[in-house]
């Protein structure tokens, strides 16, 4: 390489990503942060790193927003990076700071609310409400607040939304499940029962599948007890 030729390191860090010669993109990709830093440059450069099986792949992209801090693209890229590595107070932390740049972005808020339910937080609340104030017919939005509302106690909240949410996307699993155990919390057995039946008859499996016939087995037993 010409030792200025930053768009000849660029291009050597590609092609060593394209054989699998991950330590040595990360060569070439530091070299060229090192000559023109950009966000694009340290986006491959973690990549690169996070490929090569570093530790703390994402450095750069800290380094990075330490002096860019507006650069909300490159904290999505560290919010992915942390979650997965599995820090997800950081990753939560990423997102409070976009949240505090950018205060209506659906995403984010709904994406923060999820992470706060993850980790057993209050946030959840708070970040769930916000993002359903805003987009109050996006079924994954109402599902998350649902979520939120049934982990602090309010099992009839949580029903009344998620049966806004099944009516929103009456083929999501997922969102079926969430209301058959919001339900269940309610004490309506029966009908969480009848949900829970057509759910968990499928080849093709859904995230909380298990949990649902988890849920089906014991609501059964209940059900057997009490005959």
Request: aromatic share 6%; glycine share 4%; hydrophobic share 45%.
């Amino acid at each position: 390489h010409d030792p200025e030729n930053v768009l000849g390191y660029a291009l050597g860090g590609y092609v060593h990503m394209q054989k699998g010669e991950f330590k040595l993109a990360v060569r070439d990709y530091e070299q060229a942060v090192a000559r023109e830093r950009t966000n694009m440059a340290v986006w491959r450069l973690s990549a690169a790193r996070a490929a090569a099986g570093m530790i703390a792949p994402y450095m750069p992209l800290v380094e990075w927003l330490e002096e860019h801090g507006d650069d909300l693209a490159t904290r999505q890229l560290l919010v992915s990076a942390y979650s997965s590595s599995g820090k997800n107070e950081e990753a939560l932390e990423q997102y409070r700071q976009i949240i505090l740049r950018r205060p209506g972005y659906v995403p984010v808020l709904n994406n923060a609310a999820w992470l706060c339910l993850q980790l057993e937080k209050d946030c959840a609340l708070e970040y769930g409400r916000k993002a359903y104030k805003i987009a109050p017919a996006n079924a994954a939005v109402i599902d998350t607040l649902a979520l939120a509302e049934l982990k602090v106690g309010d099992a009839a909240r949580a029903v009344d939304l998620l049966r806004k949410a099944t009516a929103l996307q009456p083929e999501n699993r997922e969102i079926a499940y969430h209301l058959a155990l919001a339900l269940s919390e309610q004490g309506i057995k029966q009908e969480a029962l009848s949900i829970l039946e057509r759910v968990t008859v499928t080849d093709k499996p859904f995230d909380s599948l298990e949990d649902a016939r988890s849920l089906q087995k014991k609501l059964l037993a209940t059900e057997t007890a009490r005959q």
